[in-house]
């Protein structure tokens, strides 16, 4: 095993750590944020908004994520180039980065599969906790803040640890838009030194250790979580 090339790339692989980071920070908030509304739209939206709900996450759920980020970057961002005002405007060095695009399609992804999580999550809340709110005389949107909401996303926090590491496992498609991961630049690495595994080997020692970081938190989140005896 020959790992003489690290000192030489190990700026551009802690570049790449730190675009990984990013990516998941990114996509994991944001589809975090996106899963509730769809969540609760398909428990308490009234038909429409849950058709709608529904036919989102069975459409993201059921498309390869690949596809998804293809469609984004060239799809969307080729419709965007062609488009004066975008395209000369302030905001394209932003726009023609596949950065942008990969979070985005990544967001989308999460939001989906969460959003089926946090829906579980609502529907295996006891019935009985929410009309004790009610008769306490709790409005809708503070049963919701107070009760409803936190019993659901406790349980389904280890849920949501398992997306998580999905989602981290995912960010290397975003090398096949340009962007410059972790796997990315694993990728630069093996086509300047000409080495298979080391190169790799080194990568997925990284994710394996960013995963049990990841597995680590949700449990200490868990345990500071007040268990359902205690509520």
């Not at 675009?19 to 975090?32: D, H, K, M, P, Y």
């Not at 946090?118 to 005389?137: K, S, W």
């Amino acid at each position: 095993m020959d790992f003489d090339w690290l000192p030489r790339y190990w700026p551009l692989l802690v570049e790449g750590f730190w675009r990984t980071l990013w990516l998941v920070a990114l996509s994991g908030v944001f589809g975090f944020l996106l899963a509730i509304p769809v969540a609760l739209a398909q428990v308490a939206g009234g038909r429409i908004l849950a058709g709608l709900s529904r036919a989102f996450t069975t459409t993201i759920r059921g498309t390869p994520l690949l596809v998804q980020l293809y469609l984004v970057y060239y799809g969307l961002g080729s419709l965007m180039a062609d488009i004066p005002a975008i395209r000369y405007g302030p905001l394209w060095p932003y726009l023609r980065d596949g950065f942008w695009y990969a979070t985005f399609a990544f967001t989308i992804s999460v939001a989906a599969y969460q959003g089926e999580i946090i829906r579980g999550g609502l529907l295996a809340v006891p019935r009985g906790e929410i009309e004790a709110a009610r008769a306490f005389g709790m409005r809708r949107s503070r049963i919701l803040r107070r009760i409803w909401l936190p019993r659901a996303l406790q349980v389904s926090l280890p849920a949501l640890s398992g997306e998580a590491i999905l989602l981290l496992k995912s960010t290397p498609l975003a090398a096949t838009v340009t962007v410059i991961d972790l796997f990315g630049a694993a990728n630069v690495v093996r086509s300047e030194t000409f080495l298979t595994y080391e190169p790799l080997l080194f990568v997925a020692a990284v994710y394996v250790l960013c995963a049990f970081v990841i597995a680590v938190a949700f449990r200490l989140i868990e345990r500071r979580v007040p268990s359902r005896r205690g509520l």
